[in-house]
């Protein structure tokens, strides 16, 4: 934005070099030069304000010289000739190529309407500001300058107004019409029933039909695969019964583990408070759940985790685990196989184990 | 001579001559910038002696991988760390070696921090390092995609504490003087844009670079697919939570996982009301305030990076402890027979069974039975925290009651109690093989 406001070096630097060479036709006489600086100054101040349309301050004028009330009346009647004695806000490029407006003949200070409209379209609005600034004296002056140069006022001159022609008659379809009274209950249920009404169209009848339509169907599709997503089309666990096969299969002190990676179960026939057992230890430490491994050589279950050790009977003895391996139920199943079911769990610190379903003698 | 050794030091020999090359430059440009600094001679001359040395000597027979020639740790010294590490004391001796040795940098610190011993001690440690790499053993550790971080940590840690510390040392002798601090001192304001922020752009652009590269050349540690029935060995977590991990070995899960976690979130996040020191607003000092020194540092320093370095190096298959130098053999034996103090005290010293409910008993007598077996250990527990704080306001730490307040000391207090509860529980497994103060089992309370 503040880019706008100030002029680049290279700008100036631009718009000095042309003055130099252009000099003689190019410059507005200093009477138009005067108020086109001041716009200027004011429309840079703002540099939003439009490019103004409206004629400019009439170019007869001194500088400085506010024009009178009658002038600007005179101008206003005038019309068109008035406010083409300039191009207006020579910041608008738009404006400044207007040729029409330039090469009005009618204006007494412009000097060459051919040059001028010449000139109008080569120059930047950067060299006008450069040109215009240079008159005026830009950058801070002193008091008798100040004194001396009655054109730089604050105000720009008052712009004159277009004439605005009188107002017709209203013609009588656009006088309101008095809403006949109604009271408020009927107007709810006006209401009421257009509400009804848009939502009928948009279930059954009017264009929304489709919309609704088809948001309702993605929605409960969407709803339908979810709830399928719910429910994968795997097993995610082994049953929790299984047959692991004949009770003489499992010799005495031997830690079966080849059930453990699809079950998640050893099976052990050891000894537990001087019984010789065999029962199933859940592969799950009771730690914080890793799965340790059966150590053969050192007779113990061991955690790689946190380093809990369990013996073969699964009580813990070193390491954090506060609790001995779980034990599953087990059974001898009618064929005589052992069969293992994980949906029943017993803990030893519970008392569990003395149940007869957590062990098979053997 | 090892053909599997002589096979590692041919593929490491690359890395390695590489590695004292980057050492060799390392002190050729410290040398430079010395010479530049102060004009003295001695200091530049010794360095660039140093970087010959590393360059001339170290780096051809690194790349030579020569049978007798390859640079390596006298092997006395890798037996002896291995002796003492490796051996039932390990943790116990890591432990509290790293202690003392904080300890004793803390102490002498005024030595430690002065540049060219600083400089010495990095260079030491990466010698160290290097030197270290021929070991296959320790190279597998210390080379693990997976421990390259921890390894840039120690030495980054080393960094940012010398610099803290050092700043903090001088600031401490102009106190001495009546001088103002450094920062105080030097306090020019700069402006946020362009300094600020154009630092903070190039350490972005560069740290970005230096990911990408790591990320190119060294393959994600990724292993097998995970498996709900076959846990790796060992099994680590990754690399910042091995402290807590560690702190697992000596508590419960819920303990260690859920409570003690939480209050170290709380307890970092009360520091601004506990600590109403206004000193050491905004410079470095130690002598101002010592004890919130040592406290974090204690928390920081010793309870959760040496326990990740432990983590790291010290731990291998089945969770033992291994040297940084040992095989890490699966079939390690350590005995470890833990028992909790309800044992100790019902079956050792009072020669009885474990109190037990009847089997058919209802809950209020199981219940009983449980609190009457564990007596000992609420009894302890309840002293601990309830008894300690008014003793420590009544002794050690009489000025703090006296100007924190009574809300604000008993925080502090638990904040502290809890926090020693980890080192007290590390003591009392190594000494006495406790398992747990209070094991509840049945309820999942242990401690
Ligand atoms: S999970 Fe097994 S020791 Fe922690």
Not at chain 1, 19 to 25: A, M, T
Not at chain 1, 324 to 341: H, K, M, N, T
Not at chain 2, 379 to 392: K, Q
Request: net charge neutral.
């Amino acid at each position: 934005m503040a880019d706008k406001k100030k002029m680049s070096v290279a700008e100036i630097l631009a718009a000095a070099r042309q003055q130099d060479s252009g000099e003689g036709d190019a410059t507005p006489s200093p009477a138009e030069a005067a108020p086109a600086a001041e716009e200027v100054v004011e429309s840079a101040a703002s540099a939003e304000s439009p490019p103004a349309e409206e004629p400019a301050p009439a170019t007869t004028m001194k500088p400085g010289e506010r024009p009178s009330v009658k002038d600007i009346l005179a101008m206003a009647r005038s019309g068109e000739s008035g406010a083409a004695t300039k191009p207006a806000a020579p910041k608008a490029k738009a404006a400044a190529e207007k040729p029409a407006a330039a090469a009005k003949p009618k204006a007494p200070a412009a000097k060459k309407p051919a040059a001028k409209k010449e000139v109008a379209e080569r120059k930047t609005t950067a060299s006008i500001l450069a040109a215009a600034r240079r008159t005026s004296k830009a950058g801070p002056m002193s008091k008798a300058e100040a004194a001396k140069q009655p054109a730089a006022k604050p105000k720009a001159p008052p712009k004159p107004k277009r004439p605005v022609p009188p107002m017709p008659e209203k013609p009588a379809y656009a006088i309101p019409v008095e809403p006949p009274e109604v009271d408020q209950s009927r107007r709810t249920a006006m209401k009421a029933a257009g509400v009804t009404a848009i939502a009928a169209a948009a279930l059954f009848g009017s264009a929304l039909r489709l919309g609704f339509t088809s948001l309702a169907t993605t929605l409960s599709l969407w709803g339908l695969a979810t709830a399928r997503f719910m429910f994968p089309n795997i097993l995610t666990e082994p049953p929790s019964r299984f047959k692991v096969g004949f009770p003489d299969s499992f010799s005495p002190g031997v830690v079966e583990t080849k059930f453990k990676a699809q079950f998640g179960v050893w099976v052990v026939n050891g000894s537990y408070r001087g019984e010789q057992q065999l029962y199933a230890l859940s592969t799950v430490c009771t730690h914080l759940g890793c799965t340790p491994n059966w150590l053969e050589a050192e007779q113990k279950f061991k955690c790689p985790c946190h380093g809990s050790g369990f013996y073969k009977d699964g009580i813990n003895f070193e390491g954090p685990a506060p609790r001995p391996l779980e034990r599953y139920a087990i059974r001898i199943a009618d064929d005589g196989q052992v069969e293992i079911d994980k949906s029943r769990r017993f803990q030893e610190e519970m008392g569990q184990w003395s149940d007869p379903a957590s062990f098979v003698s053997v | 001579m090892d053909p599997n050794l002589l096979t590692h030091w041919q593929n490491i020999s690359g890395f390695l001559g590489f590695y004292y090359i980057a050492l060799a430059l390392m002190n050729g440009i410290a040398a430079f910038v010395v010479w530049r600094r102060s004009h003295a001679t001695v200091g530049p001359v010794l360095l660039l002696l140093l970087s010959l040395v590393y360059v001339g000597v170290l780096a051809p027979l690194a790349f030579s991988a020569d049978a007798t020639w390859m640079p390596r740790m006298p092997s006395w010294f890798t037996q002896l760390t291995n002796e003492i590490l490796g051996g039932s004391w390990g943790a116990v001796i890591y432990t509290v070696g790293s202690i003392v040795l904080l300890g004793g940098l803390f102490v002498a610190r005024k030595f430690f921090v002065r540049p060219d011993v600083a400089w010495i001690l990095l260079n030491a440690s990466l010698l160290a390092l290097g030197l270290s790499f021929s070991d296959p053993n320790f190279y597998a550790i210390a080379a693990k995609p997976d421990n390259v971080p921890i390894v840039g940590l120690i030495f980054l840690l080393g960094f940012f504490t010398w610099l803290a510390t050092s700043r903090a040392v001088e600031n401490d002798a102009r106190a001495l003087e009546g001088r103002p601090p450094l920062e105080k001192e030097n306090d020019e304001k700069i402006l946020v844009w362009p300094d600020l922020v154009y630092t903070e752009l190039i350490c972005m652009i560069l740290l970005t670079a230096l990911l990408l590269f790591w990320a190119i050349g060294l393959d994600a540690p990724l292993e097998e697919p995970a498996s709900s029935v076959k846990t790796p060995n060992p099994s680590k977590a990754p690399w910042y939570f091995l402290g807590l991990q560690e702190m697992l070995v000596y508590f419960d899960p819920w303990m260690a996982g859920v409570v003690l976690p939480s209050l170290i979130v709380v307890g970092l996040m009360a520091i601004p009301y506990l600590d109403f020191n206004p000193k050491g607003n905004g410079y470095y000092t130690i002598e101002d305030r010592k004890f919130s020194y040592l406290m974090y540092q204690f928390g920081f320093l010793v309870l959760w990076i040496t326990l990740i370095v432990l983590g790291t190096f010290l731990r291998g298959p089945n969770w033992n402890i291994f040297a940084v130098y040992e095989y890490w053999d699966p079939h390690k034996v350590e005995a470890l027979n833990n028992i909790d103090l309800s044992n100790m005290f019902w079956e050792q010293l009072m020669g009885v069974s474990l109190p037990k409910a009847p089997n058919e008993a209802g809950f209020f007598t199981q219940l009983g039975f449980i609190l009457y077996r564990e007596w000992l250990g609420i009894a302890v527990t309840l002293l601990y925290f309830i008894m300690l704080p008014p003793l420590m306001a009544a002794t050690v730490f009489r000025g703090f009651f006296v100007k924190m307040g009574f809300m604000r000391f008993m925080v502090m207090s638990n904040l502290i109690l809890f926090m020693a509860l980890l080192p007290i529980k590390m003591v009392l497994r190594w000494t006495v093989n406790l398992k747990y103060i209070i094991a509840i089992p049945e309820y999942f309370l242990n401690l």
